[in-house]
């Protein structure tokens, strides 16, 4: 710098603060600086070594030399010279006062905008606006990037401890919303250890961008640190993967994610290696879903409605059986179901798409399903199956005359033919539908039935609700309880385990929503789950996480995040100490119980650890109470229930 350049003057040290003969770091605004005391004298030198960067405030001074932490590289203590070199470290204005030391350095340039900066600015003309994730090393430049998007209020940046809870976080919001969020990751480990969450989004059909750093691009190849080819290993669970060079458009490649991720609801990745993160953009202008999507309300053939219609029309018992696929189309599908008085049967997935006390409602199909919804399955004489996948789970038999509509034609008949596969988008064949029928039907009033049914399934769960044999709380009890208290527009983010299959039977939906993670069927969904579904629904709806305690302990940690973003979250955590589920799967095939049981922590001691309000409970008696207190706190809180492993 010249002596006539203008400095800003930064206090760095206080007085005393650095001894003789010692290097520190200190900082300067943004400016990173090695302190040194030597011989009396203070100096301000670069804290970046010149031959790989090697932090010099970390250094030590011997024998009258800085010494490199990295590489032993030896520089003056006060003038920054290499002895015997010409090269050496930049030094910085530099002043003694009363109150400390000071650093002067000239005004920071202003901030050049990136490619990164054009990739951010894409996301947020996408309409993404929350990025779970982990800042690191190698995604630097990318972070600041989404930074200043966070600074003007454009997206909402959260910061979790394991980057595998921000997969299922994405997974759940796109669950939720239909839109992608954003994960982001490091290159190597923080990459991999999203794919778990990714691979749960790719099978349930929920958008998410993957943001991934990556080494420098000079040195793809030959095996530097935390090198792993994230094209390869993002291969099958991305259905669009790309990696963002000097030469690329990073609006238009943002804008191909984007348009990936919500079209084919799937998971699209891009890669940022190092250095192209940081390279300036020049006047490119950032992109946006203008004129580069059609709309999605596609009618279906009118030969496939005719078809459709000519089934409908003679059924006496037509069932509707609803997945969650129909999830953004529930007022057209109820809509349907009153106009032919048939019975709507949910998968495990759908559940809570219809309210419990509708008059057509008979609850979940399958293996976590109700008493009501497999008596008018077994009675029927069509089916018509709506966004559903014909998942073993929830065992639509192929011997029923079927009528499957779904806007992915590939989902149409997949694992057995059926009589009429309808290509079309649900709302708009479903009103086609409607009004074909004006003629009228030949089907019976089943709701009488359903009454009697409900009223008979009712008391069953009441009688499983007061079980007791002394080992816990019965999980009916407990659902029993969150049915009656739980806000009818809250969110439920299910984990994995005998709990999920508990609160299949015994939940009673009103106008809640259902997370779940259902064909990957992967444990340690639900507490990252329910962060997604906070910050989806901007803490407007109240975010209830079901877990039973070997699911949470995977990512026990993220209770942290949420009392660090105030997220409005209410764990129940049903704890019997066993990965229940995996005991009664070994009793089934005849095998030894083994392996399964658990040794835990107090875990409502440790979420009151984190700053969350923690309640335990081990009868019955006391559920009721603990969840009002939870779900009235403003906060995160957890309900941990000592509950009996056989009583499910």
Not at 273 to 284: F, K, S
Request: proline share 5%; with cysteine.
């Amino acid at each position: 710098m010249s002596d006539s350049t203008p400095l800003r003057w930064h206090r760095v040290l206080d007085p005393g603060q650095l001894d003789e003969g010692r290097a520190t770091t200190a900082m300067a605004g943004k400016t990173s600086i090695c302190m040194t005391h030597y011989e009396g004298k203070f100096a301000a030198l670069s804290n970046h070594c010149p031959h790989q960067g090697g932090p010099m405030g970390e250094g030590a001074i011997e024998n009258g030399l800085l010494r490199c932490p990295w590489h032993g590289w030896d520089f003056h203590p006060t003038d920054g010279k290499a002895p015997g070199f010409d090269d050496g470290l930049c030094t910085y204005a530099c002043e003694v006062r009363e109150d400390g030391v000071y650093v002067g350095l000239e005004d920071e340039p202003e901030h050049e905008r990136t490619k990164t900066d054009v990739v951010a600015e894409t996301m947020v003309a996408w309409g993404v606006d929350t990025v779970f994730g982990m800042v690191g090393h190698s995604n630097l430049g990318l972070a600041d990037a989404l930074r200043r998007q966070e600074k003007a209020g454009h997206l909402r940046f959260v910061g979790i401890r394991h980057e595998g809870a921000a997969a299922f976080a994405a997974s759940a919001y796109g669950k939720l919303t239909g839109r992608p969020a954003a994960c982001f990751a490091i290159a190597g480990p923080g990459a991999t250890n999203l794919l778990t969450g990714l691979y749960d989004a790719k099978v349930d059909r929920s958008p998410v961008l993957a943001l991934t750093g990556q080494v420098d691009a000079q040195v793809l190849g030959p095996g530097a640190f935390q090198e792993v080819d994230l094209a390869g290993a993002f291969s099958d669970v991305a259905a669009w993967s790309q990696t963002v060079y000097s030469s690329s458009k990073p609006a238009e490649l943002t804008t191909l994610a984007l348009k990936t991720a919500i079209i084919e609801r799937n998971v699209a990745h891009m890669i940022f290696p190092d250095d192209v993160q940081t390279l300036p953009a020049g006047d490119a202008e950032a992109g946006g879903p203008e004129g580069r999507m059609g709309p999605a309300a596609i009618a279906p053939p009118q030969e496939s409605v005719e078809e459709a219609l000519g089934l409908m029309r003679a059924a006496k018992r037509p069932v509707i059986i609803v997945g969650h696929g129909a999830r953004f189309d529930m007022e057209a599908v109820t809509a349907l179901a009153e106009t032919l008085q048939a019975p709507v049967l949910t998968t495990f997935k759908g559940k809570g798409l219809i309210p419990d006390a509708h008059p057509l409602a008979c609850g979940v199909l399958g293996r976590s399903g109700t008493f009501i919804a497999s008596y008018f399955m077994n009675e029927a004489d069509l089916l018509i199956v709506l966004g559903a996948s014909f998942s073993n789970h929830t065992g639509i038999s192929p011997k029923y005359t079927t009528i499957q509509v779904d806007m992915d034609r590939m989902a149409l008949g997949k694992f057995h033919p059926v009589a009429v596969p309808v290509w079309g988008e649900l709302s708009v064949t479903l009103d086609a539908f409607r009004a074909g029928l004006d003629g009228g039907t030949a089907a019976v009033d089943v709701r009488p039935e359903i009454v009697e049914r409900r009223a008979i399934w009712q008391a069953e769960k009441a009688s499983r609700a007061a079980d007791d044999q002394g080992r816990g709380v019965s999980s009916a009890s407990v659902f029993a309880a969150l049915s009656e208290l739980a806000p009818e527009d809250a969110v439920i983010s299910v984990d994995v385990g005998n709990h999920a299959y508990s609160f299949g039977r015994y939940f009673e939906c009103k106008r809640q929503s259902v997370l779940m993670s259902g064909y990957l069927g992967s444990i340690g969904f639900g507490y990252p789950a329910s962060m997604g579904a906070w910050c989806a629904t901007g803490g407007k709806r109240k975010s209830i996480a079901v877990t039973g305690d070997g699911g949470f302990a995977q990512y026990m940690a993220e209770v942290t995040t949420a009392v660090q973003y105030g997220m409005d979250i209410c764990h129940v955590l049903l704890n019997n100490s066993e990965l229940g589920k995996i005991s009664k799967e070994q009793r089934a095939g005849q095998w030894d119980v083994w392996k399964t049981g658990l040794t835990n922590p107090n875990f409502s001691e440790f979420a009151s650890s984190c700053g969350a309000l923690g309640i335990r409970v081990e009868h019955a008696k006391d559920v009721p109470a603990a969840l009002e207190r939870a779900l009235a706190h403003d906060g995160p809180a957890m309900v941990e229930i000592m509950t009996d492993p056989e009583l499910i």
